[in-house]
Nanobody, 120 residues
Framework: QVHLVESGGGLVQAGGSLRLSCVAT???????????MGWYRQAPGKQRELVAEITRSGSTNYPDSVKGRFTIARDNVKNTVYLQMNSLKSEDTAVYYCAGGQVVGTARYWGQGTQVTVSS
């Protein structure tokens, strides 16, 4: 199977930046079948929401709330996806989850989550 491991979360002041990383480990057979990888977040009392997603070919998608501030990138050789977050706001505070799947928008694999806290 596939395991996703996130890193890079932490505490940052508003206006600052953080970069999250997520590496896929496990079966090469299943990792190569992953078409899309993405980042989701969940704040206390709120539903989990998509933050960014990227296909194996490099197509990206962002919600308006992060467009222009967040950038997702993917290294298919290293089986790693990154999320560069700039101009962070207090409302970006959440647990961020890495996800991946064989169908765009349908996550089959999930990471354990990493906390991002933005202080105002």
């Amino acid at each position: 199977q596939v395991h996703l491991v996130e890193s890079g979360g932490g505490l940052v002041q508003a206006g600052g930046s953080l970069r999250l990383s997520c590496v896929a480990t496990g079966s090469s057979f299943y990792i190569e079948q992953i078409v899309f990888m993405g980042w989701y977040r969940q704040a206390p009392g709120k539903q989990r929401e998509l933050v960014a997603e990227i296909t194996r070919s490099g197509s990206t998608n962002y919600p308006d709330s992060v467009k222009g501030r967040f950038t997702i990138a993917r290294d298919n050789v290293k089986n790693t996806v990154y999320l560069q977050m700039n101009s962070l706001k207090s409302e970006d505070t959440a647990v961020y989850y890495c996800a991946g799947g064989q169908v765009v928008g349908t996550a089959r694999y999930w990471g354990q989550g990493t906390q991002v806290t933005v202080s105002s």
